[in-house]
């Protein structure tokens, strides 16, 4: 399951999460509403400091890839329009990413 910064991501039947940067608090929230779109209170936020550690981590280069799928007969084809390289040295390049491409936080 993954959530990012410009759209919704269903949660089960009755709910829907997306996260949300916080560039006063230097913090990422994730941010739950109801079917009713009515937010839920659900204190899950990652500050930037414990982001920066754990991706510079593990992804200190990242492939962003514009993309179209297509099935034919079954079989998952792919069309590649573009593909850009980052590397990992400003992390305020990786919140802005979060916020306007559909670059996706996922969870295990």
């Not at 998952?76 to 996706?104: G, M």
Request: glycine share 6%; charged share 25%.
């Amino acid at each position: 399951m993954g959530f990012n910064g410009t759209q919704y991501s269903s949660i089960g039947y009755y709910k829907k999460g997306k996260i949300v940067v916080n560039q006063k608090e230097k913090k990422i929230d994730f941010v739950v509403i109801s079917s009713y779109n009515r937010t839920i209170e659900i204190n899950v936020s990652w500050s930037f400091q414990l982001l920066y550690e754990r991706l510079y981590l593990k992804l200190k280069k990242l492939a962003y890839i514009k993309a179209d799928r297509k099935f034919i007969n079954g079989k998952e084809y792919f069309y590649y329009h573009s593909i850009k390289f980052y590397k990992l040295k400003i992390l305020v390049l990786f919140y802005h990413l979060l916020k306007v491409v559909r670059l996706k936080l996922g969870f295990l």
